[in-house]
C-alpha cells in the first residue's frame, strides 16, 4: 500500500477520513511518545524500543486520537540529533506501532528524509515545528505525500529561542507569520484542508508570552485552519505551581487544555492520555448540557477506543 494511503489508493490526507476525524465531537488528543534520552517530559524513559512501545499501545488504550513520535528533543537548549539517528530511533518504532494499531501516526521532525521514511514506515501527518522552513525538501514531500502538516510558531531554533524571547506585538506577529508559511504551502501545492497551525507554546516564548497566546488563541481561528497546542508539561506550568519537570505537571496541563479547547483549540497534543480524555469527557458532558447521550463515555479496561481511524 502506497503509505499516507487508503487501501484503495485514495490519498488518506484529502480524503474524508481526515476531513471525519475533525469534526469529532471532541477536541483530538495527540499522544505524545518521545524517543529521545533526554526529554524534558520523561527524563527518557521511552527511550528504549520495547519502551516506547508499550507506551505507544497504552497511549491508543487510554483514548489517544492521534501518536505523535519524536527523535529529537526540541526542549530548550537542545543540540540537533544526527539523521541517522534519529532515523534510527523513530523508522522502527513506527513499523511497530503500525503492526499493532491503526490509530494515525505523527512523526515529529524537520528532516525531509526523516519524514519519508516515517511515511514509508506508516506514519500519515508530519509535525514539523519549523513550520517548512529547516528543510527545502519538506514542503515537495507533504505535496506528494499529501498528508496533513501542522506548522509550527518559533522564534529561533530550540538551541536559542529562550535566550531573549521579544515581540512587539505578540499575537501580531505569530498571525503574520502564520499567514507567511500558509501561503507559502499552498504555493507549493500542499492543499489548505491539509493544514495545521500550532502557536509553539514554550518555543521562543516568555511566561507572560504562554499565558496571553493560550488566552487568545481565538485570535488565529480566521485563518480557517485547524489549532494544535502542545501545553504539556511545559515550563510555564512549572513556574506557576513551583513544580519540576515530568509529570507532576500533569494536573495543571489540564488547565492550559480547558483554556485552549475554549478559545478554540482543535488538537491537544500532551503526554497522559488518560487525564485528558476523562477531562475533556466531562468537560463536553457539562457544556453540552449534561443530558443523557450528551457524551462519550471515556475509554476504560472494557471499553478501548475504536482503532479504525487510518492516516
Same mark, same amino acid.
Not at 118 to 131: F, H, K, P, R
Not at 275 to 296: C, D, E, K, N, P
Given at each position: 500500500?502506497?503509505?499516507?494511503?487508503?487501501?484503495?489508493?485514495?490519498?488518506?490526507?484529502?480524503?474524508?477520513?481526515?476531513?471525519?476525524?475533525?469534526? /469529532?465531537?471532541?477536541?483530538?488528543?495527540?499522544?505524545?511518545?518521545?524517543?529521545?534520552?533526554?526529554?524534558?517530559?520523561?527524563?527518557?524513559?521511552?527511550?528504549? =524500543?520495547?519502551?516506547?512501545?508499550?507506551?505507544?499501545?497504552?497511549?491508543?488504550?487510554?483514548?489517544?486520537?492521534?501518536?505523535?513520535?519524536?527523535?529529537?528533543?526540541?526542549?530548550?537548549?537542545?543540540?540537533?540529533?544526527?539523521?541517522?539517528?534519529?532515523?534510527?530511533?523513530?523508522?522502527?518504532?513506527?513499523?511497530?506501532?503500525?503492526?499493532?494499531?491503526? /490509530?494515525?501516526?505523527?512523526?515529529?521532525?524537520?528532516?525531509?528524509?526523516?519524514?519519508?521514511?516515517?511515511?514509508?514506515?506508516?506514519?500519515?501527518?508530519?509535525?514539523?515545528?519549523?513550520?517548512?522552513?529547516?528543510? %527545502?525538501?519538506?514542503? %515537495?514531500?507533504?505535496?506528494?505525500?499529501?498528508?496533513?502538516?501542522?506548522?509550527?510558531?518559533?522564534?529561533?531554533?530550540?538551541?536559542?529561542?529562550?535566550?531573549?524571547? =521579544?515581540?512587539?506585538?505578540?499575537?501580531?506577529?505569530?498571525?503574520?507569520?502564520?499567514?507567511?508559511?500558509?501561503?507559502?504551502?499552498?504555493?507549493?501545492?500542499?492543499?489548505?484542508?491539509?493544514?495545521?497551525?500550532?502557536?509553539?507554546?514554550?518555543?521562543?516564548?516568555?511566561?507572560?508570552?504562554?499565558?496571553?497566546?493560550?488566552? =487568545?488563541?481565538?485570535?488565529?481561528?480566521?485563518?480557517?485552519?485547524?489549532?494544535?497546542?502542545?501545553?504539556?508539561?511545559?515550563?510555564?506550568?512549572?513556574?506557576?505551581?513551583?513544580?519540576?519537570?515530568?509529570?507532576?505537571?500533569?494536573?495543571?496541563?489540564?488547565?492550559?487544555?480547558?483554556?485552549?479547547?475554549?478559545?478554540?483549540?482543535?488538537?491537544?497534543?500532551?503526554?497522559?492520555?488518560?487525564?485528558?480524555?476523562?477531562?475533556?469527557?466531562?468537560?463536553?458532558?457539562?457544556?453540552?448540557?449534561?443530558?443523557?447521550?450528551?457524551?462519550?463515555?471515556?475509554?476504560?479496561?472494557?471499553?478501548?477506543?475504536?482503532?479504525?481511524?487510518?492516516?
Amino acid at each position: 500500500m502506497v503509505v499516507g494511503r487508503l487501501a484503495s489508493g485514495e490519498p488518506a490526507g484529502s480524503s474524508p477520513v481526515w476531513a471525519a476525524i475533525l469534526k /469529532t465531537p471532541l477536541p483530538l488528543i495527540m499522544g505524545v511518545i518521545n524517543v529521545t534520552p533526554d526529554s524534558f517530559s520523561d527524563g527518557g524513559r521511552f527511550f528504549e =524500543h520495547r519502551d516506547a512501545l508499550a507506551q505507544a499501545q497504552a497511549l491508543v488504550a487510554a483514548g489517544a486520537d492521534l501518536l505523535d513520535i519524536g527523535g529529537e528533543s526540541t526542549r530548550p537548549y537542545a543540540d540537533p540529533v544526527p539523521l541517522e539517528e534519529e532515523l534510527r530511533r523513530v523508522v522502527p518504532l513506527i513499523e511497530a506501532v503500525r503492526a499493532t494499531t491503526d /490509530t494515525p501516526i505523527s512523526i515529529d521532525t524537520y528532516k525531509s528524509q526523516v519524514a519519508r521514511a516515517a511515511l514509508n514506515a506508516g506514519a500519515g501527518l508530519i509535525n514539523d515545528i519549523s513550520a517548512l522552513r529547516f528543510d %527545502p525538501a519538506m514542503a %515537495p514531500l507533504v505535496a506528494e505525500h499529501r498528508v496533513p502538516v501542522v506548522l509550527m510558531h518559533m522564534q529561533g531554533t530550540p538551541r536559542d529561542m529562550q535566550l531573549k524571547p =521579544h515581540y512587539d506585538d505578540l499575537l501580531g506577529e505569530i498571525k503574520a507569520f502564520f499567514k507567511e508559511r500558509l501561503d507559502f504551502a499552498l504555493s507549493q501545492g500542499i492543499p489548505r484542508d491539509l493544514l495545521i497551525l500550532d502557536p509553539g507554546i514554550g518555543f521562543g516564548k516568555t511566561f507572560q508570552h504562554n499565558l496571553e497566546i493560550l488566552n =487568545h488563541l481565538e485570535a488565529f481561528l480566521d485563518l480557517g485552519c485547524p489549532l494544535m497546542i502542545g501545553a504539556s508539561r511545559k515550563a510555564f506550568i512549572g513556574h506557576l505551581l513551583n513544580l519540576p519537570n515530568g509529570e507532576v505537571r500533569d494536573v495543571g496541563t489540564l488547565a492550559a487544555v480547558a483554556v485552549a479547547v475554549q478559545r478554540g483549540a482543535r488538537i491537544v497534543r500532551t503526554h497522559n492520555v488518560a487525564y485528558t480524555r476523562q477531562f475533556l469527557t466531562v468537560m463536553q458532558a457539562i457544556l453540552g448540557g449534561g443530558g443523557q447521550g450528551s457524551h462519550t463515555p471515556a475509554p476504560s479496561p472494557q471499553n478501548t477506543p475504536s482503532t479504525s481511524k487510518r492516516l
